[in-house]
């Protein structure tokens, strides 16, 4: 039978375990010849305490759906979160010294490429966010016992998104996330705003509602205490105000500036310092008996079919709607989805989701950073999150979603209101690079549905999808193309008008395609045959495909998009079959648009069928 430790040996145990990841720390990031070790040892008291006495998870499966979660967001940190694991035993501690190798998973920043990283981190400010969404998902999805601990840097509260998370945080009550600041002073350029200045960290965060603790950050002692208080503190979430020194047990360079992202050099510096921590540690055999996960289960329910869509050939429904009832469908389907928005829900139509599922939908108000990241963390514990808000507003959250890509996050994003089809609200709600930005993201889908029916059949596809997949939906009503038993794959397209004599393809979607399809009757008229397709999915692109219709039509293609030139869907067209030498002209919005009528916009900026018509005659 285990015999329970003396306080005074708990002590001990954990001041030697930080001993030993400031040690870690400093050979892992002085063989690498980069890395931040003082970040390392002034968190290294905080990160013993939670990962040997105060965190409840299974070592050896850091996956456990039950166990305490635990993100670090000051992610240049990373060599102390993986000299943690190290210390669990998860992996041989010889590892370490691989850190920022091309062959090592121990990269200079945490990535999910770690079993024991659940998000990207690095980008700072972010780490709070997914740890909303996690903390949401323990206490309101799975009802979990488990608890949500997030390790920020003093300097990136500085960021606007923290006190975004820190609202929504208040908000949902979130009574089990506990967020740390290892208030050490110094950034890296310069001291902090408030450098040691913990009465204001206080005055702060009380402010926004959390249950704030100003604690000695080197105390482990007074640290178990805190941790115990944010344990039992109920109906806000805890900020645990650490006031630590950077480089903390490293007295050459401790408390000292322009030491940031620093590795002490091989040979005399490093071998002081790690003589001077070896001789910090202090006698015990004992080894921490680290709290397992309590027994819990989520009672999943079944994933059943998707409801197919429902639409009449007389229809006229606008593809943002349909969406919305798409999602509503899914949501009957699958008890993973998770709905969020961003005070936009009667404008995304996520409201239908809302209303049928209001324990599954999370409004993140005018705060699209932590939807973002709140999605991410919702997806790193399993869930299927549909993010959705006005596109424009989407680029506010752009390094939440790069990170998320870097995650290979399952989140999915639907942006609405895109182009100058929107009409009267102007050029500060239109969506007008939102394909170009998705684009740019390694490993993301971009979709771009152009009637109800292909909206309903591609949010189904995108719940089946692993990874980030973004959705364009347009505010216009548009007809229905489709039948609802059509199909559509991720990485197709759909040709709508075609014939053995044509001379041009044109390549459209969404408010342009109808465009297209009604110059295609005037071109027929003129004599002029060409073809139409739907390009529903732009990312990935069927370049076969659209290669063979290119051969088909004598090498010209035109492509039309309510979307500024540079990165939309003529560029994904040209880089697909750019290489066989065939000849591609865009239509698409060239200069900053402004307010008026849908159809005097579509017009003007060269969109209409008119000016297709125009284009193919002067092309063809």
């Not at 998009?561 to 919005?589: C, N, Q, T």
Request: charged share 20%; proline share 5%; glycine share 8%.
């Amino acid at each position: 039978m285990a015999v329970r430790m003396t306080e005074d040996t708990r002590l001990t145990v954990l001041h030697n375990k930080a001993t030993q990841l400031r040690i870690d720390s400093v050979l892992a990031t002085t063989e690498a010849g980069s890395g931040h070790p003082t970040s390392c040892a002034s968190a290294a008291d905080i990160v013993a305490t939670l990962f040997f006495s105060i965190m409840r998870y299974d070592p050896k499966n850091p996956k456990h759906p039950a166990n305490d979660r635990f993100i670090l967001s000051k992610g240049h940190a990373a060599p102390l979160l993986y000299a943690a694991w190290a210390e669990t035993g998860l992996f041989d501690r010889k590892e370490l010294l691989r850190l920022r190798t091309l062959g090592s998973d121990l990269e200079g920043h945490p990535t999910p490429r770690l079993s024991f990283v659940d998000v990207a981190t690095g980008s700072l400010g972010q780490g709070l966010s997914a740890g909303i969404g996690m903390a949401l998902n323990a206490k309101r999805l799975d009802r979990s016992p488990a608890r949500i601990y997030v390790l920020m840097g003093d300097g990136e509260s500085a960021e606007g998104s923290v006190w975004e998370a820190a609202e929504i945080g208040r908000h949902y009550a979130l009574d089990n996330l506990c967020a740390i600041i290892d208030v050490n002073r110094l950034g890296q350029s310069d001291p902090t705003m408030l450098q040691h200045d913990m009465e204001a960290y206080r005055a702060r965060w009380s402010g926004f509602g959390w249950h704030a603790i100003v604690v000695d950050g080197h105390d482990i002692a007074k640290l178990l205490a805190a941790f115990e208080e944010a344990a039992f503190t109920k109906g806000k979430p805890t900020i645990i105000l650490a006031r630590t020194l950077k480089g903390k047990g490293l007295p050459a360079i401790e408390d000292q500036p322009d030491w940031h992202g620093k590795p002490l050099k091989k040979g005399e510096q490093t071998d002081k310092a790690i003589e001077t921590l070896t001789r910090q540690f202090r006698q015990s055999a004992a080894q921490p008996d680290i709290q397992r996960p309590e027994a819990w289960t989520n009672g999943k329910k079944p994933v059943k079919p998707m409801a197919a869509p429902n639409y009449k050939p007389t229809d006229s429904v606008a593809t943002r709607e349909a969406f919305g009832t798409a999602l509503a469908a899914l949501g009957e389907a699958n008890p993973l989805v998770v709905g969020l928005d961003a005070d936009v829900k009667n404008s995304t139509f996520t409201d239908k989701f809302g209303k049928q599922f209001p324990d599954r939908f999370f409004e993140n108000f005018i705060a699209e950073q932590n939807m973002v990241g709140a999605s991410a963390g919702l997806a790193a514990c399993g869930k299927i999150p549909f993010a959705a808000t006005f596109a424009c507003f989407l680029t506010r959250a752009y390094d939440f979603i790069r990170m998320a890509s870097i995650s290979h996050n399952n989140i999915k994003l639907m942006g609405s209101h895109v182009g100058v089809s929107i009409g009267e609200d102007g050029p500060s709600q239109m969506g007008l690079e939102d394909i170009a930005m998705m684009s740019a993201q390694p490993g993301m889908v971009v979709l771009y549905p152009s009637d109800a029916v292909c909206t309903h059949r591609l949010v189904e596809l995108m719940a089946a999808h692993s990874g980030p997949v973004y959705l364009r939906t347009g505010r216009p009503k548009a007809p229905i193309l489709y039948t609802n038993e059509e199909t559509f794959t991720i990485g197709g397209f759909k040709v709508l008008r075609q014939s053995a004599s044509d001379r041009l393809t044109i390549v459209a979607a969404g408010v342009t395609l109808f465009e297209a399809l009604k110059a295609y009757d005037q071109l027929q008229t003129a004599g002029i045959a060409v073809r139409i397709i739907d390009l529903y999915s732009i990312v990935p692109i069927d370049r076969a495909g659209l290669i063979e219709h290119a051969r088909a039509t004598q090498g010209r293609i035109l492509t039309v998009e309510d979307h500024y030139a540079h990165g939309g869907l003529g560029d994904a067209v040209l880089s697909a079959v750019g290489e066989e030498g065939f000849r591609v002209h865009k239509i698409a919005v060239r200069e900053i648009p402004h307010s008026g009528k849908p159809d005097e916009l579509i017009d003007r900026y060269g969109l209409s069928a008119r000016a297709i018509v125009e284009t193919v005659k002067r092309i063809a």
